[in-house]
């Protein structure tokens, strides 16, 4: 028995040379077409038939209804993943996901999540003789007022560098005796108020010219009484005493301490300063609580000191100090510290820093790495786990305790200040943790991302109260400042079309890693909301949003996987809509990347395209396209046959995408030969999976498919038509896809469907704006698709049927064009041009 006796369709006459009558689907079997089903018979059939029937016309009415019905079902097989949620017709933004997936792995692509620098346990260490001081950032922290030692103003004075604007900083404080100094934790802003005050409080600075007490000139003033305490206690104490003192007052502005003070409170300061010829500087913490104080008469922003002039200090002094205990002529200084600053460009070194600028204490560590590692005093290994610390210890300091002023009991200070907001609290902690899980998005999106997060973490915080939400109190730029953040002009897409916008990132590959590592290993009362929150992003229909959140959804999976199925993946992979579907399939892949998770993701799969139910297998063939979550090509096209074919076909329209998506990666070969034997299956359910498979290979977009890899030779043509990519890029692959694509013309139930598709590749020779396009690929393919007098003809109709379509009709020169392409010299016969 043939293959069409048992697919229950007829067998087809042999073609006739020259048979005007018959239609160009007449000479199938020359080319493989597929054994055909019931009801799917070529154009020519009912000609076989002749009047044998006797009732002709009511059989050709049955047949031409049944087989517009067929069209339709597979038309609606070639609907893209996301169609049913964005209109039947409509553009998907599979394409803009696709994008958005690949700029964020790249985020998370150097492993540093899963071997960081554990800092939780100490806060220094000895590695040879050099002394890493890993709470350098914090050595502030806690002290109450007192003189500063003489030792710390005298290794200030010599190894400080000074931000731009020192002098104009200087020059104001001593104008009027007091400074308001704004800028982020870490950034230098206590050391550069230190040496202002030492400045202007120094010898040179004295009248008398008396060498002054050790330590006694500059003190630090015990922030919780604010600055109407410093206020009243240069009222109490002894002129004597205040004359020529500088006063450093580090002032919070949220927490259980006094209200911030106003430009009263600051001018009475001014005028008691100046009453005893002291000088004071408030340093604060950019943000929207610190705006008046920055904006009035007394304000100034502190910018961070530049990074590299920071290094070359902290070396300096690190190596002086091996060169004066050396032998006489045994090393010079310079050679040392050119060698510590070349280690420091090396490409493997700024990877493990991960960040575009250092503050004074991670330049004071990187030094002393850089040093004893010049030294032979820290191995390699040493020095690259030293230097991944630096991110993963300005994130442990960014969420430490944020909300222990929750917690303490309600103060009752000067002018009845309790308890700051919880939105106050939590919405710069928020910010980071979007920016994390949004970096490379536009600047907006992660601004809203992070209100919607810190409604979230103020809920789970203080689920007794509704969390008081300011409409006007954002401030951008001390956003940008306290997050280590940067925007850029970029463009996003908007439903298909580019626009522009304004971008934002960290600054510095390695903060995205060390912030999710550190909320979720080191803070576990915050993964509810944080879960919660994903969730939400998960039902947003921008890519840019839903797509990056899926991919740091999966980094977070890596880290605890049981927690992470049991609340995101598995209630999302068995939810109604696909994009949700989406997010749980590129969380597993995500999680899938990590070698310690990838077995079990595998089994997983392999359950869900078993056993699961309708929703699991969608998002395991979803999860199956990304190319991680089987051990081989075959197998991962043995489990999309196995969801494409079952409950008949309904599985089919995401089951071939994904098989599409396979074809993009270096196995596209066999994927194309998968489809071949789909397509000449006896079961109906896999011609229709390799015939499905056929015409969406020819509708999707390089864009849509293009895999990680940065150096893919797809990445040059992201908007061709992927099989005409192919084309050009593996020319081994033409006479497969020509077959497959020959076959879906030929087949009467595709054949409607595979023509659009054929037309779209045609249009595309050129792109709106008269510009070649992809021509190089039509030049390709279309020489192995057409190759008999049938084929010609049947390209001849399409062509005439694009130049009479009356909303786009295709220029006559861009037609023939296109035929010169397909038909070999050798093979024209000279009157094309006769007949037009």
Same mark, same amino acid.
Request: glycine residues 12%.
């Given at each position: 028995m043939t293959d069409d006796q048992q697919a229950g369709g007829a067998a087809e006459p042999a073609p006739q040379k020259g048979a005007e009558a018959r239609s160009p689907e007449a000479d199938g079997r020359a080319r493989n077409e597929p054994p055909r089903a019931d009801g799917d018979?070529?154009?020519?059939?009912?000609?076989?038939?002749?009047?044998?029937?006797?009732?002709?016309?009511d059989v050709e009415q049955d047949q031409m209804a049944e087989h517009e019905r067929a069209a339709g079902r597979f038309k609606e097989h070639t609907r893209d993943p996301l169609a049913e949620e964005q209109g039947e017709d409509g553009t998907t933004d599979l394409a803009a996901a696709s994008r958005a997936r690949r700029a964020t792995r790249m985020l998370f692509d150097t492993g540093r999540d899963l071997n960081s620098f554990d800092r939780s346990f100490f806060q220094s260490a000895h590695i040879g003789d050099i002394h890493l001081r890993m709470d350098a950032r914090h050595s502030g922290a806690g002290m109450r007022g007192g003189p500063v030692p003489d030792e710390e103003l005298r290794r200030l004075r010599r190894v400080h560098v000074e931000p731009q604007g020192y002098v104009q900083l200087r020059k104001a404080l001593n104008t009027r005796r007091l400074l308001v100094l704004g800028a982020a934790p870490g950034t230098g802003r206590t050391s550069t108020a230190l040496s202002l005050l030492d400045e202007v409080t120094g010898p040179a600075a004295d009248a008398t010219g008396t060498e002054p007490v050790a330590g006694s000139r500059v003190r630090r003033v015990d922030p919780d009484g604010g600055v109407r305490q410093l206020t009243r206690s240069l009222a109490g104490e002894s002129e004597e005493a205040r004359r020529g003192t500088g006063y450093l007052l580090e002032l919070p502005l949220t927490g259980p301490v006094a209200p911030p003070p106003d430009e009263m409170d600051l001018d009475g300061l001014a005028a008691?300063?100046?009453?005893?010829?002291?000088y004071a500087v408030v340093v604060v913490t950019v943000g929207s609580a610190a705006n008046p104080l920055l904006?009035?008469?007394?304000?100034?922003?502190?910018?961070?000191a530049p990074t590299q002039e920071l290094l070359t200090t902290r070396l300096r002094e690190r190596l002086e100090e091996h060169v004066a205990a050396a032998p006489d002529g045994g090393v010079r200084l310079e050679d040392l510290l050119a060698g510590a600053e070349e280690l420091a460009l090396r490409q493997d070194v700024k990877d493990a820093v991960g960040l575009k600028d250092l503050r004074p204490a991670e330049a004071e560590l990187l030094a002393s790495l850089l040093a004893g590692h010049q030294l032979g005093e820290v191995s390699r290994d040493e020095l690259l786990a030293g230097c991944r610390s630096l991110a993963a210890d300005q994130a442990q300091e960014w969420f430490a305790g944020v909300d222990r002023a929750l917690t303490a009991p309600p103060a009752e200070p000067e002018g009845g200040a309790g308890r700051p907001g919880t939105a106050a609290l939590f919405h710069p902690v928020a910010f980071r943790i979007a920016l994390a899980v949004l970096g490379g998005a536009s600047h907006s999106a992660v601004a809203a991302a992070a209100h919607l997060l810190t409604w979230e973490l103020s809920v789970q915080c203080d689920p007794d109260h509704t969390p008081a939400r300011p409409l006007?109190?954002?401030?951008p730029e001390a956003d940008l400042a306290l997050s280590r953040a940067e925007l850029t002009d970029g463009r996003i897409e908007v439903a298909g079309t580019e626009v522009p916008a304004r971008l934002i990132w960290y600054r510095g590959s390695a903060l995205p890693s060390a912030v999710l590592t550190e909320i979720w290993d080191r803070h576990f009362p915050v993964r509810a909301p944080i879960v919660r929150w994903l969730r939400l992003l998960a039902d947003d229909p921008r890519p840019q949003v839903w797509m990056r959140a899926a991919v740091a959804a999966g980094e977070l999976c890596a880290r605890d996987f049981d927690h992470g199925y049991a609340e995101l993946i598995r209630p999302l992979a068995e939810a109604a809509t696909p994009r949700r579907r989406i997010f749980a399939a590129t969380t597993l892949d995500q999680a899938a990347?990590?070698?310690?998770?990838?077995?079990a993701v595998l089994k997983l799969v392999d359950d869900w395209s078993r056993y699961g139910t309708k929703s699991l297998r969608w998002t395991a063939a979803m999860a199956l396209g990304y190319g991680n979550a089987a051990d081989t090509t075959d197998d991962a096209l043995d489990a999309l046959a196995r969801i494409g074919v079952r409950d008949d076909g309904e599985h089919l329209a995401v089951a071939s995408f994904n098989a599409v998506r396979l074809l993009a990666l270096p196995d596209g070969a066999t994927v194309l030969r998968r489809m071949a034997d789909w397509t000449h299956h006896k079961r109906e359910a896999y011609q229709d999976l390799g015939l499905v498979t056929t015409v969406r290979l020819a509708l999707t977009s390089v864009d849509e498919v293009l895999p990680d890899e %940065? /150096?893919? $030779? =797809?990445?040059?043509? %992201? /908007?061709? $038509? =992927?099989?005409?990519?192919?084309?050009?890029?593996?020319?081994e692959l033409v006479l497969p896809t020509a077959d497959l694509m020959w076959s879906a013309l030929s087949t009467a139930r595709s054949k409607d469907v595979a023509l659009d598709a054929l037309e779209s590749l045609l249009r595309s020779g050129v792109r709106k704006d008269g510009t070649e396009g992809t021509r190089p690929g039509l030049a390709a393919l279309l020489p192995a698709l057409v190759t008999k007098e049938n084929d010609r003809r049947r390209l001849d109709w399409l062509l005439r049927r694009m130049m009479n379509d009356p909303e786009n009709p295709l220029p006559d020169a861009q037609a023939r064009s296109l035929w010169w392409l397909a038909v070999p010299p050798k093979e024209r016969t000279g009157e094309e041009d006769s007949h037009g």
């Open positions: 018979k070529a154009d020519g059939d009912e000609v076989a038939a002749g009047n044998d029937a006797p009732e002709g016309g008691a300063l100046a009453g005893c010829e002291a904006a009035g008469r007394y304000g100034r922003l502190c910018p961070p006007f109190c954002d401030d990347g990590h070698a310690s998770h990838r077995k %940065p /150096d893919s $030779p =797809l990445a040059d043509r %992201p /908007d061709w $038509p =992927l099989p005409l990519a192919l084309a050009v890029i593996r020319p």
